[in-house]
């Protein structure tokens, strides 16, 4: 009879100790999976977020400024002070991008021209991934976030 | 005893694990409709902002404007939802101030110089409707611009300017549609050697002949280069400001240069052959080369030129690619027509006088 209990307590501690390590796997996977999805998640909408901005006041600065071309194709100058404000939130350039990977060349700028005078700027990103750790560079942002301003600043093409 | 308590314990770590990955779930929901929320509003307020922008460059105190101002907002392209889904049904009001009242359809658009743009957005969200029961969250987003006056200028103003004796009269005495001496004709004691502009009154013209002898309102550079510069791209060699005493700055200039500056300047112009202020506005080939912003000038003695303050004016054409601006001698006064106030950016005219550029306010 004794030799029954021990046996059967002794089988039932361990089958108690399957039992939480069955669970703790089962239970940790989810919470890994809903532990890596909310950071992708919230991580990529916050890095989109901050291109959105950026763009934004990239376009409002292409607005304003003096547009020294004749064409749509902006003068290497103003371009540059344009993609520096999109990436750095400096028109001079800066070291530390509003997004990691964000560098200037993945900034576009459109100029919109009607009847020979620029009447609208487009600033967007082509070719930025996001980063998002867990699931790297799963997200390639082509055309976007776009931002579109009228210009209102001085044509100054000479 | 000992089973009794086996029994309970079993299912205690999933039922556990169980309500913390609800939670998490709730925790994902957030980060998803809640990220998604924050992207839609700020890529509203883009809408917003560009839209009330480009409404009130459109604003020139006509009822044509306010129409104009309304299919700026109906064209503007910015979208939300990640940029896949355009701004449905914005709304636009306008008002003379930025406290408002707010009008959709002013009876009369003078003085209207506000623009406020809403924007509201159906967001679809994913997981907060387990908690919340809504399906979508309107995310809503309003931005009001205005022409902002401009009372000193670094860049901006070709280097003319007109003159008025009428300081505190409306519009300065300037006569919409009136053509003035830009650059007044050369003088002897006889008085002009040619005719001045038609619509400066004697009283302008008896203030040039006492007060300027060898300055005839030009106040920029000698240099031809820099003087196209100033005519074509706009750069000041100096900061002009309301109230400002000019005297010192005043030259003759090359007019010779100077003409050609201007007539390349009315070339550029999808339209140089109207001469008539109302047929180059609804001119749909224009682009507003042919408007320049002006000091007003008021040369109380030899020593005092004060500047009042700014308008638009209409560069004339002879219609051709020749010169319209540098005729005979290069003597004759350079003519332009009072068009109304300048609004930086904007291929047309505003009303009244002053100069303003379109920025937001709220």
Redesign the interface.
């Known amino acids: 009879m004794m030799k029954h209990l021990l046996t059967r307590?002794f089988h039932?501690q361990r089958g108690?100790a399957g039992?939480?390590m069955l669970?703790?796997a089962?239970?940790?996977g989810?919470?890994v999976a809903?532990?890596g999805?909310?950071?992708v998640?919230?991580y990529?909408?916050?890095q989109?977020?901050s291109l959105?901005?950026a763009v934004?006041d990239g376009?409002?600065y292409a607005?304003l400024i003096?547009y020294t071309s004749t064409t749509t194709t902006p003068k290497p100058d103003f371009l540059q002070a344009v993609q520096n404000m999109v990436v750095y939130g400096n028109p001079a350039g800066g070291t530390a991008p509003v997004a990691p990977g964000l560098t200037t060349d993945k900034v576009k700028l459109t100029p919109v021209f009607?009847?020979?005078?620029p009447?609208a700027m487009t600033v967007y990103i082509n070719g930025y991934q996001i980063d998002s750790l867990f699931a790297r560079n799963t997200l390639t942002l082509n055309?976007?976030?776009?931002?579109?301003?009228?210009?209102?600043?001085?044509?100054?093409?000479? | 005893m000992r089973i009794a308590k086996t029994k309970r314990e079993r299912g205690f770590v999933l039922i556990t694990m169980a309500i913390i990955t609800i939670a998490l779930i709730g925790a994902l929901g957030m980060a998803v409709d809640v990220g998604r929320a924050f992207i839609a509003k700020n890529e509203t307020q883009a809408f917003c902002d560009a839209a009330s922008m480009a409404a009130v460059l459109k604003m020139d105190g006509t009822a044509t404007g306010i129409g104009n101002a309304k299919t700026a907002v109906a064209n503007t392209t910015n979208a939300w939802n990640m940029d896949t889904a355009s701004v449905s049904n914005p709304t636009v009001d306008f008002a003379t101030s930025a406290s408002g009242p707010w009008n959709t359809n002013p009876s009369s658009a003078a003085g209207y110089t506000f623009a406020r743009v809403q924007a509201t957005v159906p967001l679809p969200f994913y997981f907060a409707p387990l908690v919340t029961g809504s399906l979508t969250q309107n995310v809503y987003s309003v931005s009001i611009a205005a022409q902002i006056p401009i009372t000193s200028f670094s860049r901006g103003l070709a280097p003319y300017s007109v003159v008025s004796t009428q300081p505190n009269a409306t519009n300065f005495g300037l006569v919409l549609g009136s053509q003035y001496d830009i650059h007044w004709p050369n003088s002897n004691a006889n008085g002009f050697i040619s005719p001045p502009c038609s619509g400066d009154p004697l009283a302008s013209q008896t203030a040039v002949l006492t007060n300027w002898t060898s300055t005839k309102g030009y106040w920029g550079s000698n240099a031809s280069s820099v003087i196209y510069q100033e005519v074509l791209d706009n750069t000041q060699i100096v900061q002009i400001s309301i109230g400002e005493n000019i005297t010192s700055i005043l030259t003759s200039g090359d007019k010779q240069t100077q003409a050609t500056a201007l007539n390349t300047r009315v070339q550029e112009d999808g339209d140089y052959s109207d001469n008539s202020l109302t047929s180059y506005v609804s001119n749909t080939s224009h682009n507003g080369r042919r408007l320049i912003a002006l000091p007003i000038v008021d040369p109380t003695s030899t020593t005092n030129t004060t500047v009042l303050g700014y308008a638009a004016f209409f560069l004339l054409s002879d219609g051709t690619a020749n010169s319209s601006y540098y005729k005979g001698t290069g003597n004759e006064p350079y003519c332009a027509v009072y068009a109304g106030s300048y609004v930086q950016g904007s291929v047309n005219p505003g009303s009244g006088t002053g100069a303003f550029r379109v920025g937001p306010v709220q």
């Open positions: 307590g039932s108690r039992n939480i669970e703790f089962l239970g940790s989810i919470l809903a532990f999805g909310t950071f998640f919230g990529s909408f916050y989109y977020n959105a901005n934004n376009a409002r607005s003096p009607t009847n020979g005078v009447t055309n976007k976030p776009q931002v579109t301003y009228p210009y209102v600043g001085i044509y100054s093409p000479y």
